[in-house]
């Protein structure tokens, strides 16, 4: 079974500062996909960003980036200049990719309320 | 752009009764979803759909929950007899395939009394 941990229940950063969300998975598929979803308080979820696990390079979307170590599990979300707008909860999320028509559900962490101060 | 989109917005119920909140998924997707999200908790999968059944389901799904593709665009998620418990956001979601991110519904806040 797949597992997401968000260790930071919240965080607070200064706008136009960068902020990382930590993210650490675990599964023993070695085709899988990583996600980050950001939900603002009106409850919709946004789709970020997307990392493969057979991604060579860093995936990258404008101001946000995602930090994955393979090997130690981890695909942290990089928030470049934060703005006020950047308020919200951010959720990480795994899929596996080779399941053999079914088991592409997204298993979601416990999120991270991060807070962008004036 | 096109976007999933969910009836209603918001649905209060009586505990015991039946309610069905409706989604319609952005047109040339084959993948449906439905994810629930308890106030203040991670959000949990429930059931995903494919070629008009079901291809996964949690242990949250048990016998009160129902899906269903009565045509073409709507995907439906029925509770038969609701309990307090069931209250929460229900998101529904689709993608074009498995590679593909999954587009999120804004939800339907359901609240039992």
Known sequence: AQ???????????QEKEAVTLDCTYDTSDPSYGLFWYKQPS?????????????????A??????LNFQKARKSANLVISASQLGDSAM???AMRLLNSGGSNYKLTFGKGTLLTVNP | EPEVTQTPSH???????????RCVPISNHLYFYWYRQILGQKVEFLVSFYNN???????????QF????????????KIRSTKLEDSAMYFCASNRG???EQFFGPGTRLTVL
């Open chain 1, 90 to 92: 951010y959720f990480c």
């Open chain 1, 3 to 13: 597992k997401i941990t968000q260790t930071q229940p919240g965080m607070f950063v």
């Open chain 2, 53 to 63: 059944e079901i291809s996964e389901k949690s242990e949250i799904f048990d016998d």
């Open chain 2, 98 to 100: 498995t590679y593909n």
């Open chain 2, 11 to 21: 649905q209060v119920t009586q505990m015991g009764q039946e309610v069905i909140l």
């Open chain 1, 60 to 65: 990258t979307e404008g101001r946000y980036s």
């Open chain 2, 66 to 77: 129902s899906v269903e593709r009565p045509d073409g665009s709507n995907f439906t998620l």
């Open chain 1, 42 to 58: 009106s409850g919709e979820m946004i789709f970020l960003i997307y990392q493969g696990s057979y991604d060579q390079q860093n």
